[in-house]
């Protein structure tokens, strides 16, 4: 087993299977991350050399916004809209539904915390 970037990868999948569980990096980028290193298409992340490890690890730092930057650019998205008191901002604050569901009769959990 093997962390990159705050991703736990397991040693029998592909590299561009197991890149994509890195928050951040979907099927496409780890593609294209695999083919600028050089790496076959069925090599698994077991056979990867320590080298290798630091260069995946050194190109999707540089190149791409992955875990906690991608997560603390969310949750300061959603501070904004909280702050500026906009209709999603006030019901992220509610823990109520923000797209318009209908919470009558479902969003059973949102309530939920609501009444507690």
Same mark, same amino acid.
């Given at each position: 087993?093997?962390?990159?970037?705050?991703?736990?990868?397991?040693?029998?999948?592909?590299?561009?299977?197991?890149?994509?569980?890195?928050?951040?990096?979907?099927?496409?980028?780890?593609?294209? =991350?695999?083919?600028? /290193?050089?790496? *076959?298409?069925?090599?698994? $992340?077991?056979? #990867?050399?320590?080298?290798?490890?630091?260069?995946?690890?050194?190109?999707?730092?540089?190149?791409?916004? =992955?875990?906690?930057? /991608?997560?603390? *650019?969310?949750?300061?998205? $959603?501070?904004? #809209?909280?702050?500026?008191?906009?209709?999603?901002?006030?019901?992220?604050?509610?823990?109520?539904?923000?797209?318009?569901?209908?919470?009558?009769?479902?969003?059973?959990?949102?309530?939920?915390?609501?009444?507690?």
């Amino acid at each position: 087993m093997l962390y990159i970037l705050g991703a736990r990868l397991v040693g029998d999948e592909q590299v561009r299977i197991a890149s994509t569980k890195m928050d951040g990096i979907g099927p496409k980028k780890a593609i294209r =991350v695999r083919y600028r /290193l050089g790496i *076959g298409g069925n090599i698994k $992340i077991k056979e #990867l050399t320590k080298y290798q490890i630091d260069q995946i690890e050194q190109m999707i730092g540089q190149d791409h916004v =992955v875990h906690w930057e /991608l997560k603390r *650019g969310e949750r300061a998205d $959603i501070e904004r #809209l909280i702050s500026i008191s906009c209709y999603r901002g006030i019901r992220h604050q509610d823990g109520s539904p923000l797209r318009g569901q209908r919470t009558h009769t479902n969003a059973r959990t949102c309530r939920k915390l609501i009444r507690k």
